[in-house]
């Protein structure tokens, strides 16, 4: 029997979800504002216990991505001093112009709630994923960035974050670059045997649900 309507699009919804997404073309066009509107409205639907919205974004494009390179370098010198190889500065300079247009992630817990801590920054990080699937949905390349210098202080400074405020990353958004060699290559099949235990009326077992 085949699938009926609804069967079939939430099977093509999930392949979609597997599919490899792209990225954003370094030198592409950024998003408009009412698609970045949408992209960022998205995110703001993800698991919030208490509604409390413990998130906050950034949007870096234009000019602004070179304050934010500056930020970056000045956090590289305050990790590991002043004394950094030419490759190393270029590298994470660059990071700042990969894409056009950037978003900033940033979780903003309450700390006085009854909802633990961690579960508010686990919330603020489901919206950087939210922003690649919509963004994705909506034809744009986009990919989840970090960095090792987010907890250095002109990086802070320059998201103005509070002490109990932290930048979880930054999603990078504009036009799709081609797809290069590695992602068109399949993915190794997941083995749900050695991630998925299940209690239910036999017991425990591991292995896949439908066993």
């Known amino acids: 029997m085949g699938l009926s309507g609804e069967g079939a699009a939430g099977e093509e919804w999930i392949e979609r979800l597997r599919a490899p997404r792209p990225e954003p073309a370094r030198d592409g066009s950024p998003p408009d504002d009412r698609t970045l509107s949408r992209v960022i ?26 304050r934010f390179a500056d930020a970056l370098v000045a956090g590289l010198h305050q990790l590991r001093g002043p004394d950094q190889p030419d490759a190393a500065v270029a590298k994470i300079r660059g990071k700042a ?47 989840w960035k970090s960095a090792a210098v987010l907890e250095a202080d002109p990086v802070r400074a320059l998201f103005d974050l509070r002490p109990d405020e932290r930048l979880q990353g930054w999603v990078n958004l504009g036009s799709p670059a081609p797809f290069g060699p590695k992602a068109a290559r399949p993915e190794s099949p997941v083995d749900l ?19």
């Open 41 to 66: 409205q998205a995110a703001t639907s993800v698991p919030d216990h208490g509604g409390l919205r413990p998130w906050r974004f950034v949007v870096v494009c234009g000019t602004g991505r070179q």
């Open 97 to 143: 112009f990969a894409a056009p247009c950037a978003v900033a992630l940033i979780a903003s817990p309450d700390p006085t709630s009854n909802v633990p801590v961690w579960e508010q920054v686990a919330s603020a990080s489901c919206t950087g994923y939210a922003i690649v699937l919509a963004a994705s949905a909506l034809g744009l390349g986009a990919v």
């Open 193 to 211: 045997d050695a991630l998925v235990t299940v209690i239910g009326d036999d017991g425990v077992h591991g292995g896949p649900v439908d066993r």
